[in-house]
């Protein structure tokens, strides 16, 4: 029985990332909105598959969010060996308001960060902020940014810039001019 | 028959002012899922007062922002003739940004500005668009806020702070904090 359970498990993992990835292509197109019927349909599996994975629509969606997260967190981690701790910085926050931009509910999940602290959200939330706050240390060490920046503002108006990127559909120039003006009010004068 | 019009319409004008008034708060406390039925009642009025002033729900939302958004205009016109149109400026953003806190539909409304014509709706946005771009004009020939610093950005970042001092409630602190980093990146460097 268990040489028959190894085979099982690993279909198992692949339907997870099938469902996940088909997920995230439905979620972007639809928003929250969509139904875990279009999903299974999109990811080509039952929906009784769907909802042994992810219990809830809820849970779907966290796994969604924990999983874009992570890899932003990725590049972050990447961001901190460059050379230029003040491009690494804005590098980053301009990362994270295209990631909200092109992923609708991104936007969501972050802009609820710190304040709303759902089961399951607020580990990968604390990772984030330590990830964009190792960033903001390392560049006010190098001089390129303010000393009085803290972190409290740079989340308020990361979620702002987030926010207003994903619903108003910022076009690329608008949003490289908005975030260069935000960016000036960040470095030391 | 006039003669009994006359305070029939005198009538109506109260009427009409008490709706908006009560529409106002309850749209505050309860946004916009607010039932016509809870306003009515709130007002002091019947269900078909409403109705003959506002046919749906829709117009009377609109006209709360008409009026929220002239009270605006007329601080704006007001802060014209102050003689630091630095502060002028910022300090027409900073009561943007309050009353979208405060009064959370009218962040929805500004969000819109400029992307969504809804009928009726245009011709105030022009007139708020055209007020703050005199105070953005006049403090930049009095030399306090960068001269390439254009109208839409300073709209993408009004409306970037609106929504997420409304829907995260940012406190004072916060806010004040957040919105001097932003306004020192309008400032001339």
Request: net charge neutral; glycine share 6%; charged share 25%.
């Amino acid at each position: 029985m268990s040489d028959q359970a190894k085979p099982l498990r690993a279909d198992a993992r692949r339907n997870q990332a099938r469902v996940l990835e088909a997920a995230e292509e439905i979620l972007a197109r639809e928003g929250l909105s969509a139904s875990m019927r279009t999903i299974a349909k999109h990811a080509g599996v039952g929906l009784g598959t769907i909802y042994r994975h992810f219990p809830t629509q809820e849970a779907l969606y966290q796994a969604i969010i924990v999983e874009r997260m992570r890899r932003l967190i990725a590049e972050a981690d990447t961001l901190r060996t460059t050379d230029d701790p003040g491009a690494a910085f804005f590098g980053f926050f301009t990362r994270i308001v295209d990631n909200a931009k092109q992923k609708k509910t991104l936007a969501d999940g972050l802009a609820d960060a710190g304040i709303d602290h759902k089961a399951g959200l607020s580990d990968i939330r604390r990772q984030m902020r330590e990830a964009i706050e190792a960033l903001l240390t390392h560049a006010q060490q190098a001089g390129a940014v303010r000393q009085d920046l803290h972190m409290p503002e740079v989340l308020a108006l990361l979620s702002a810039t987030c926010m207003a990127a994903e619903r108003n559909q910022w076009p690329a120039d608008l949003q490289s001019t908005a975030l260069a003006l935000l960016f000036d009010g960040f470095r030391p004068r």
